[in-house]
């Protein structure tokens, strides 16, 4: 079958299925001609023949203002955002059942609302009644906040085109449902659907729309990766069960820097924020012991002490464990074969156990000598002075490589009272006062110096 032609106005752009000498459109004379379709394919598949409408494009130079933001008065959280709210943005928040997630949101409103910014609270897990039972207990019953009880995405958008709100919170997305979608909700499809629209409606009114996202087993958030593909920012929450201790990580961030994280204590008047959690997260640290070791590492743009502690035991089975929380499995596994390798140092019938204490993650690289260090004292049993912090990251050949951003690192240890660092060579040239900096080459030498053997 042959394919249909198209012409159309160079004046109005108008499309018409056969030559003419004037426009009906626009009335113009010898303004008809014939075009290409947009795409081939199916009829029914493709764009085919129909064109749209022409859309204004501008330079990378401009005079416009950047986005304004909103400080919300949680400094934690203003710092997770990237120095604030962003108007107009889509922002998705993450973290397991119970972490806090509802308690840090229903305090930002509050905060955002007594600033303010005009807020609606969009509940699809709770009654209006269990929301304001909360917020009577973090003593937040007095802020200006609108709440709402639904799940019907068409009925939510609704009202907030006749609200006019500045923040929108969804608690949470995987209950919204959109009648168009034959699935139930929490499915991929309404997930998918339901995070589509949400964004578009923040993105032409200039309204700010936090949504909340369960989590897997694994800790990703539940339905398909493209919802984080869809939202400016990606918060996520963590924490352990038995640690007060919680933290805001920022993986995505398109108005600030990634991996930046604020630090809350949970009490039982709601998350409170630790303006310096490298003490918080030292307090509990006695009397120096064998296995542990405290890393100087670096959080987005803030330097945080954190202890590693290690435990190296003979092991009763043929296949001795490797046991890791708060860190990386394969780089531990990537550390002890580089000390038996490099170092002659072998840990087979060894069970090995690593933990960062606190309840923090870390994925830094530089943590690296770190790890090495506490396995080696945990191993032969000596502990490594109390007032020394260690990083460094950990070459497959035995070199150590230095660390970014050393002197942010150092002066956050000699606020914390430590007198020594141990760091790789090369790098600038930096010098603390109060801090005795001793570099290392490789890690043998690492080795030899602090444990007399390699």
């Known amino acids: 079958m042959a394919k249909s032609k198209s012409f159309s106005c160079s004046a109005c752009n108008a499309s018409f299925s056969k030559w003419s000498g004037r426009c009906e459109g626009c009335g113009e004379w010898n303004s008809i001609s014939q075009t290409a379709a947009l795409s081939t394919g199916p009829g029914k598949k493709s764009l085919g023949n129909t064109r749209g409408n022409t859309i204004v494009l501008s330079d990378l130079a401009t005079k416009d203002t950047p986005p304004p933001r909103t400080l919300c008065g949680v400094g934690e959280l203003d710092r997770v955002l990237g120095g604030g709210l962003v108007a107009g943005s889509a922002i998705l928040v993450g973290g397991d059942p119970g972490i806090g997630k509802s308690t840090l949101l229903l305090q930002a409103a509050a905060q955002f609302a007594h600033s303010g910014v005009k807020t609606i609270y969009v509940s699809g897990e709770e009654a209006t009644a269990q929301v304001r039972m909360r917020a009577q207990r973090l003593g ?31 608690d949470s997305i ?38 909340v996202g369960h989590v897997t087993k694994d800790g990703q958030i539940a339905g398909p990766r493209v919802v984080e593909h869809m939202v400016d920012t990606v918060l996520y929450f963590e924490g352990e069960r038995g640690h007060q201790f919680r933290i805001l990580r920022a993986v995505k961030n398109r108005f600030g820097p990634a991996d930046e994280i604020g630090v809350f204590e949970m009490t039982g008047r709601g998350l409170s924020e630790v303006t310096n959690p490298s003490a918080l997260f030292l307090s509990e640290r006695g009397e120096p012991s064998p296995g542990s070791v405290v890393f100087a590492g670096i959080e987005g ?64 690289p530089a943590a690296d000598l770190a790890v090495a260090a506490a396995l080696l004292s945990a191993r032969e049993d000596t502990a490594l002075p109390a007032d020394t912090a260690i990083f460094g990251e950990i070459s497959l050949s035995g070199a150590l490589r230095p660390a970014p951003q050393t002197e942010n690192r150092l002066k956050e240890a000699q606020k914390l009272g430590f007198t020594a660092a141990i760091a790789p060579s090369g790098g600038k040239s930096v010098s603390i006062k109060g801090i005795g900096l001793r570099r290392v080459t490789d890690l043998t030498g690492f080795v030899g110096d602090f444990f007399g053997a390699g």
Request: aromatic share 4%; hydrophobic share 45%.
């Open 174 to 211: 995987q209950t919204m449902w959109i009648d168009t979608v034959d699935s139930a909700p929490g499915s991929v499809s309404q997930v998918r659907s339901a995070a589509h629209e949400l964004t578009s409606f923040a993105k032409r009114n200039n309204v700010s729309i936090v949504m």
């Open 140 to 170: 937040l019953a007095q802020a200006p906040v609108k709440l709402a009880a639904e799940t019907n995405l068409r009925d939510i958008l609704t009202t907030l085109e006749a609200e006019k709100p500045q923040l929108v919170i969804i």
């Open 301 to 364: 743009t803030r330097p945080v002490l954190v202890e590693m502690q290690a435990l190296v035991a003979p092991s009763p089975h043929s296949q001795p464990r490797r046991t890791v929380v708060g860190w990386d499995g394969g780089r531990l596994a990537m550390i002890l074969a580089v000390l038996e390798a490099r170092c002659g140092i072998p840990f087979a019938g060894l069970d090995v156990y690593l933990n960062v204490a606190g309840g923090m993650k870390i994925s830094e």
